[in-house]
Each structure stands twice: as structure tokens, then as C-alpha cells.
């Protein structure tokens, strides 16, 4: 996998893909998502130490 320009390998969804999906799907969780990428209502954010492995996701739909 190539690292993205921030020498990383965080990756954002196109905003395009996301906004079709979110209408079909309507996303209520991003569970994969840093405090300045999380395009859902509600982010289990791992650059704040949150393991979304380990956290309920309420029983909504979510994106990863």
C-alpha cells in the first residue's frame, strides 16, 4: 500500500462515495476516523486512544 503524502497510511473516503453511500445507508458512526476526518454524526476517534474494537457502537450503521 502506498503512504499517502503525510507519510501515513490514513485515508479519508471520497467525500463523493461517502455522500452516495450515507444516503443509501444513512451512517450514524464512523468507527475508523481521527477527530479531523470523521464524516458520521458520531467518531470512535483512534488519535484520541479509542479502540473501536473494544467500544459499543450503540447498533448503528456505520462507515469504515
Keep these: 500500500m502506498k503512504m499517502n503524502v503525510k507519510g501515513n497510511d490514513n485515508f479519508r473516503n471520497p467525500q463523493a462515495l461517502y455522500d452516495q453511500l450515507d444516503r443509501i445507508f444513512n451512517f450514524t458512526l464512523d468507527a475508523a476516523c481521527t477527530s479531523e476526518n470523521c464524516k458520521a454524526p458520531r467518531g470512535l476517534y483512534y488519535d484520541k486512544g479509542i479502540d473501536a474494537l ?4 450503540g447498533g448503528g450503521t456505520c462507515i469504515l
Design 54 to 57: 473494544q467500544t459499543s457502537w
